[in-house]
């Protein structure tokens, strides 16, 4: 054999052991803990999906899972960190709906589309307007009617918040009224000054206003979903009070770097499917006004770009940024 033809069969024999190192990696992933950076302060939508998952997934993949909570400029400290990140699979960003709002209203996040990559959207929550049971409207349509009348208050989460954007859209671009919103740090202030009748309405994902519409201490007038929600039944939707097509909540997802392995990816999303339709994910789901999601890589893939463009557009049309 010639040195020429023996080195190319070395470099040939040398391309293909690397080709495979990277699925034999994958094969053998997790060797270690995995940490997950919920993008919002403890007690919120993505730290009560994001911790449920996660202890459920450490028992799939045998391997710890720690969580870790990074909130702050609206999910993008968070996002930034493992956009950043070594792409291993063993730092991944559990976020929200916020995440592609901020893809359009953020101008300095430090972090782009292409930057992250799905893992897996794993649950989702409708918006839901309530109001004090002492406000004469008895559903969506006769509060809209009276705001055609007088102006109104709207408390929210906070400004840039998901549902506070989709409010800005329904308000001013569907309903066509006339309103001030009220900003408030967090969805526990604003249920509290609503159910003190400081504010005329809130509009928030719906878990944590729950149990408040159940006990009646709030009235839920509407969901921004395109069927009713298991959690509050009675509660109709936009569409039955005469907005149809006009869709608003919160999804929870995981994300990783964007050159973290397919395969690592793939077995992350698997593992986090199964997660998903395990009866006591579902059952507690359910209960906090979650519905459950389970998509490939694919679906998730596709989902994400649509979602980007379907916040972008009601971003831009409420002239939102921060």
Do not use: C
């Not at 040195?3 to 024999?13: D, E, G, H, L």
């Not at 006339?178 to 809130?202: C, E, M, R, W």
Request: aromatic share 8%; net charge positive; hydrophobic share 45%.
């Amino acid at each position: 054999m010639s040195a020429f033809r023996a080195a190319a069969r070395m470099s040939a024999v040398a391309a293909l052991l690397a080709g495979s190192a990277l699925p034999g990696h994958a094969q053998t992933y997790p060797t270690q803990p995995v940490t997950v950076i919920v993008a919002f302060p403890a007690g919120g939508l993505a730290d009560m999906i994001g911790r449920l998952v996660s202890t459920k997934l450490a028992d799939r993949i045998k391997q710890s899972v720690v969580v870790e909570n990074r909130g702050g400029a609206g999910g993008n400290i968070a996002a930034k960190a493992v956009a950043s990140a070594t792409p291993n699979g063993y730092t991944l960003l559990a976020t929200t709906s916020g995440l592609a709002a901020n893809l359009t209203a953020s101008k300095n996040r430090g972090f782009e589309q292409d930057d992250l990559r799905p893992v897996a959207f794993v649950a989702i929550s409708p918006d839901v307007i309530a109001i004090h049971p002492s406000n004469p409207a008895k559903n969506l349509k006769e509060f809209i009617a009276n705001a055609k009348e007088k102006s109104f208050t709207y408390g929210s989460a906070g400004a840039g918040t998901g549902p506070q954007i989709g409010a800005e859209y329904f308000f001013k671009e569907v309903a066509k009224v006339k309103y001030v919103h009220v900003p408030f740090q967090g969805g526990a202030p604003a249920i509290t000054a609503t159910l003190g009748n400081h504010v005329d309405s809130l509009v928030l994902t719906l878990p944590p206003s729950v149990p408040h519409i159940r006990s009646g201490a709030l009235r839920g007038i509407g969901v921004a979903s395109p069927t009713r929600n298991k959690a509050i039944p009675d509660v109709p939707t936009y569409g039955e009070m005469g907005y149809p097509n006009v869709y608003s909540g919160s999804w929870v997802a995981f994300f990783a770097p964007a050159k973290t392995p397919d395969a690592v990816v793939a077995k992350l999303n698997a593992e986090i499917n199964v997660v998903m339709k395990d009866p006591d994910s579902l059952d507690r789901l359910a209960k906090a006004g979650f519905d459950p999601i389970v998509m490939t890589l694919a679906e998730a893939n596709a989902y994400y770009k649509s979602e980007v463009e379907s916040w972008g557009k009601m971003v831009r049309a409420v002239g939102f940024s921060n």
